[in-house]
């Protein structure tokens, strides 16, 4: 089954947010698919990251609908949303320096097992599951699942956030501006995680306003525009350069209009 054909893992209906008279996204429409990275961009200020905290479940829509694999849902918070298979990785990523790689892949989702009524943590286990996922999204520099998270890159960090979705079997991975700040090399390794991710058939949301780093990852690319999706366009459509007038173009014709 195809991409597009396949029941959609995410999908905004008619969504708004409403702060008092202001919309900070209004009527928007938008579907990701299993196995597909879609783009949204936009400049600051343009929704985005509204869009991101509905689907995270960190604040909920005025109006309007979002579904998972079809249902209705309604996230009180962003632990529902994570229950429920969407995973958010922000710039700052919730990885704790000190710990162990193991540690950070497993954190808040440990193994346990019971001896004589008392729960350990299956340590060798963990560390060899890590171990084996880093490997799969390309951290092959890595010695030891048990060095701590502070020696990794700042792409090697957010390799260990997509390695750890893809783990836990999520539906959707929220990207939130994923490479800002990182070099060639390490943009690279992010962006071979992202067609990890879409290998193992997670739908992806990539968020950025930098149309260099979208275009090589997304099969389609929503544009925004003061709370609005004005145009979605397909991979290969648009040059970097039309990408970027797209954008442009969307809000000097929200504001004539």
């Excluded at 060095?147 to 929220?174: C, K």
């Excluded at 739908?203 to 099969?219: S, T």
């Excluded at 525009?225 to 145009?231: F, K």
Aim: glycine content about 8%; overall charge negative.
């Amino acid at each position: 089954m195809s991409a597009t054909t396949a029941t959609p893992v995410v999908e905004l209906v008619h969504v708004t947010r409403r702060y008092g008279k202001y919309d900070a996204v209004r009527d928007a429409n938008l579907a990701i698919h299993p196995g597909e990275v879609v783009g949204l961009v936009g400049d600051n200020g343009a929704g985005k990251s509204t869009i991101v905290k509905m689907i995270s479940g960190y604040i909920e829509p005025t109006a309007g609908t979002i579904k998972i694999r079809g249902e209705p849902v309604r996230f009180a918070s962003p632990r529902q949303a994570r229950a429920a298979g969407i995973e958010t990785v922000y710039q700052d990523l919730a990885i704790v320096d000190e710990m162990a790689l193991w540690r950070n892949f497993f954190l808040g989702q440990e193994l346990h097992r019971k001896l004589l009524g008392i729960r350990y943590l299956r340590v060798a286990e963990m560390a060899r599951i890590c171990d084996e996922h880093l490997a799969e999204v390309g951290l092959t520099s890595v010695e030891s699942s048990h060095q701590a998270a502070a020696t990794l890159s700042g792409g090697e960090r957010q390799s260990l956030a997509i390695s750890r979705a893809i783990y836990f079997d999520s539906r959707l991975l929220v990207l939130d501006e994923p490479v800002a700040a990182l070099s060639v090399r390490e943009t690279r390794r992010v962006l071979a995680a992202i067609e990890s991710a879409k290998e193992n058939n997670l739908g992806v949301l990539y968020i950025d306003h930098n149309m260099d780093h979208v275009l090589p990852a997304a099969d389609r690319i929503a544009i925004m525009h003061r709370g609005t999706i004005s145009r979605v366009v397909n991979k290969g459509d648009l040059t970097v350069d039309e990408l970027a007038d797209a954008v442009a173009d969307s809000g000097t014709a929200a504001a004539d209009g």
